[in-house]
């Protein structure tokens, strides 16, 4: 059964810095690229990148380059979201999903709450 | 950038109604979209995928159509468990969601 099981909800103060993740399991994990999703509070859905574990490929919605680095352990079957100042704007649910062989996210983690707060 | 207009933003219907959903891409994606259902404080689950397959299952009452710019998302008939967030989602370059919509009980 293919899963993607989140790291837990964060709660943080702006300035600070923080690293959230995403294990797979149920399938070939560095074949398959995965997706990060912002989703702030009462908003809607907003793709942030992407990470093919194979070779680490990387690409980043215009939105969020810079502002977000995405990385991947493949020997851990885990992949990275990561902040190295964080701001009060960037607390949101952040979901990371994988991309099926259909090209669009086909398997979705349950989401991990960052909150950002003095 | 690929943008993505959905509309409506909500919709107020009545169990057993047919409803639509649209999503109209700003250049042609050929059938590179999905659409997703998301309940409240849950993860979005993919109910449609290359714009018209329904997702292993996923009910039958669900459907979608379309490709190059204009696509839909036609429930049948209406079911309680039905009244939810909808998003469609394009891949055809990098990925664009659309902005959502909310599916209330009339």
């Known amino acids: 059964e293919v899963q993607l099981v989140q790291s837990g909800a964060e709660v943080k103060k702006p300035g600070e810095s923080l690293k959230i993740s995403c294990k797979g399991s149920?399938?070939?994990?560095?074949?398959?690229?995965i997706g990060w999703v912002r989703q702030m509070p009462g908003k809607g859905l907003e793709w942030m990148g992407i990470i093919y574990p194979g070779d680490s490929d990387t690409r980043y919605s215009p939105s969020f380059q810079g502002q977000v680095t995405i990385s991947v352990d493949n020997s851990i079957s885990t992949a990275y979201l990561q902040w190295s100042s964080l701001k009060a704007s960037d607390t949101a649910m952040y979901y990371c999903?994988?991309?099926?062989?259909?090209?669009?996210?086909?398997?979705w983690g349950q989401g991990t709450l960052v909150t950002v707060s003095s | 950038d690929i943008q993505m207009t959905q509309s409506p933003s909500s919709l107020s219907a009545s169990v057993g109604d047919r409803v639509t959903i649209t999503c109209r891409a700003s250049q042609g994606i050929r059938n590179d979209l999905g659409w997703y259902q998301q309940k409240p404080g849950k993860a979005p689950k993919r109910l449609i995928y290359?714009?018209?397959s329904l997702q292993s299952g996923v009910p039958s009452r669900f459907s979608g159509s379309g490709s190059g710019t204009e696509f839909t998302l036609t429930i049948s008939s209406l079911q309680p468990e039905d009244f939810a967030t909808y998003y469609c989602l394009q891949h055809n370059s990098l990925y664009t969601f659309g902005q959502g919509t909310k599916l209330e009980i009339k």
């Open positions: 149920g399938y070939r994990f560095s074949s398959y690229w």
């Open positions: 290359a714009a018209s």
């Open positions: 999903a994988r991309q099926g062989g259909d090209h669009d996210f086909d398997y």
